[in-house]
Each structure stands twice: as C-alpha cells, then as structure tokens.
C-alpha cells in the first residue's frame, strides 16, 4: 500500500493548523505512525504556536514527502487531514516507544515516561481523517487517490 509505504520511509512532515485568531502556522516535526490505529504522533512544546493551535482547535493538515525528489522524476507524496490532541497518558508509554525505536539518539535526553518531565516537548496525537496520495511509480502520471479514513 502506497501510504504506508511513504509513512515509513520518511521521518519528517509539515505540519499546518490555524488558531481561533484565523492566523494561519506551518512546522517540521519528526513523527511515528501507529499503523493499527492510523494515528500519527508528533513531539512539540505545547508553547509553540502550532502546539497552541492543536490545543485551541485541533484541525491539522500534515504534508509526507522526501525532499530529495527530482523534479524531472515521479513523485510521491502525501496530504493528510486530521484533528490532533495531547496524547493521553493511557498510550504514551507505547507512543514513547515507537518513538525511541525511530529516533534512538532522543534516548540521550528521554529513556521514559518520566523523564519527559525533563523536557519541554509533548506528545500529540492526529487522527487521520482523510488522505490524498500522490505516488506516481504506483497510480501513475498526475493520478491523485483520496481516501477517507474512519477508524
């Protein structure tokens, strides 16, 4: 399957809310993904202005791609609509898991839950509604596939 496909492969996206003020903010963050659960998790300070936005209204759009694309080459890439909240404490263990599997360097500052009292950042969890794939080595030239996710 095209999405997990790119999911896996790559470890950054950008990620777009909007607060209640109407002002709109993008970010890079690393993510995991819980493929049972179609969940994508990111860390960023809640201070920050799109953690601020995910906690004011939690509508996120999220772009997946590798930034190392030709642009004479096919492309691959996703969008993904989705509504974020702070992870709750009941999945953060395996949630923090996943993600010192990914980024094993992040263990020098969290090797568990209770060190991430330590830092700043938080976990946030997006659950995907919709997904528009891009992956033309698949689908073909110009050929976007839209998929609406209901868990």
Wanted: charged share 25%.
């Amino acid at each position: 399957m095209s999405t997990l496909d790119i999911l896996r492969a790559e470890k950054l996206c950008t990620i777009a809310t909007c607060g209640n003020d109407g002002i709109p903010n993008a970010a890079t963050v690393f993510y995991v993904f819980d493929e049972k659960k179609f969940l994508i998790h990111i860390l960023t300070a809640p201070d920050t202005i799109h953690g601020q936005h995910i906690c004011q209204n939690g509508h996120v759009a999220l772009t997946v791609f590798s930034t190392t694309q030709k642009w004479t080459a096919d492309k691959r890439g996703l969008q993904i609509y989705a509504t974020g909240k702070r992870t709750p404490s009941t999945i953060l263990p395996g949630v923090l898991k996943k993600y010192l599997n990914r980024y094993r360097g992040f263990s020098q500052w969290v090797k568990g839950v209770l060190d991430m009292k330590k830092i700043q950042s938080r976990f946030f969890t997006l659950r995907i509604e919709k997904i528009k794939i891009f992956d033309e080595p698949t689908f073909g030239k110009d050929v976007w596939v839209e998929v609406e996710v209901r868990t």
